[in-house]
């Protein structure tokens, strides 16, 4: 499985160079099927935490102490909590 950062690396490089997903993973060398593999799992992996409900009770526990420690809130969205929050298989 790829990494969330090599899907997003493929996908900006594509955007600015203007080239298919197709190309430059030939390029790379991944195989088509492991790309959009690893894209599915990680958008249903996310769809999963936020429909749990799981995501919201957390954030809302947490930010008090953000607000009160002069944390940036921004690693409570989704896709920052995502990271360090796996949602089990």
């Known amino acids: 499985m790829l990494s969330k950062e090599e899907i997003s ?9 203007g080239c298919s997903y197709k190309d430059r993973l030939t390029e790379l060398g991944i195989p088509e099927w492991k ?34 420690d002069g944390k940036e809130l921004s690693a409570l969205l989704p896709r920052e909590w995502a990271k360090t929050h796996q949602p089990e298989s």
């Open 35 to 68: 790309f959009y593999d690893s894209k599915y799992r990680y958008a249903f992996q996310e769809r999963k935490i936020k429909e749990s409900g799981q995501w919201l009770e957390d954030v809302l526990r947490q930010m008090p102490y953000y607000e009160r």
């Open 9 to 17: 690396e493929v996908i900006s490089y594509c955007q600015e160079h």
